[in-house]
């Protein structure tokens, strides 16, 4: 039971967190599990990743239905970040960066106070005046520069995906939001799997009910998002962003 417990309200921090901000689930679910259930690490990022998949393809599903996504440019981005993540994470094997853990940490609050502060309110209008040949361009440009952070680092990815969406891309919120969650349904899924043929099969339990829980609230949240004025988006996902931010790094203190 106290498992169940565990699971779900990481699963409610992670859905919300997909739903509104394109968050990876991995963020959130990990640090809980490795925390109160003393599950080990590698386990416990691919239970993550695994939650991610469907909660970040019924979002992008949500997303897209509301016409809230850019699957072209999402594609080539999300080509970029895989093929460059492999490359960051052959860099950072030769590289000293234990200092670097707290990198997603810190971004995450920081995006947060960004849209609180400094909210995003760039139209689809807007967006549409940019050349499909730049836009091109330029995601295969940023997703690279995502997948080396993030192979490098190890974190961070939807966040990164957010924060150049909204501010280098122009991207309206919600289109950034349904583009980031689309890309990290794929390059979760190949994350996923290979922890899963290289550490074997996790807890069956857990799996389910982190998978079950994120799943609910990123599908709750996502419904929620499409509806509400930009705003209102803006306010919700900084206020979100900042209290994951705040609990991740209180766990981080735990363990």
Not at 26 to 38: E, G, Y
Not at 53 to 64: E, F, N, Q, R
Not at 101 to 115: A, I, P
Request: charged share 10%; with cysteine.
């Amino acid at each position: 039971m106290f498992t169940f417990f565990i699971c779900f309200f990481a699963g409610i921090g992670a859905g919300l967190g997909t739903g509104f901000a394109g968050m990876s689930a991995a963020a959130v679910i990990s640090p809980m599990l490795i925390t109160f259930l003393h599950m080990d690490a590698y386990q416990a990022v691919g239970i993550a990743l695994a939650s991610d998949v469907l909660a970040s393809a019924v979002s992008a599903y949500t997303y897209g239905k509301n016409r809230n996504l850019d699957v072209r440019n999402g594609l080539v981005m999300m080509g970029a970040v895989l093929c460059f993540t492999m490359v960051g994470s052959w860099l950072s094997s030769m590289v000293p960066n234990a200092t670097m853990g707290g990198f997603s940490v810190f971004m995450t609050m920081l995006l947060g106070v960004r849209f609180l502060v400094r909210p995003v309110m760039t139209t689809k209008e807007t967006m549409g005046s940019v050349s499909a040949r730049k836009r091109v361009i330029q995601s295969l440009v940023c997703g690279s520069g995502i997948g080396l952070i993030c192979g490098f680092v190890g974190a961070g990815g939807g966040m990164m995906m957010l924060l150049i969406l909204t501010s280098v891309l122009g991207y309206e919120l919600k289109t950034a939001v349904g583009t980031s969650v689309f890309i990290m349904s794929f390059t979760a899924l190949t994350g996923s799997v290979s922890h899963f043929i290289i550490g074997g099969m996790p807890d069956w339990w857990a799996l389910s009910c982190c998978i079950g829980s994120t799943l609910l609230w990123a599908r709750i949240a996502a419904r929620i998002a499409n509806q509400a004025s930009a705003k209102t988006l803006n306010r919700v996902t900084g206020l979100i962003l900042v209290i994951l931010g705040v609990v991740i790094l209180s766990f981080r203190f735990l363990t």
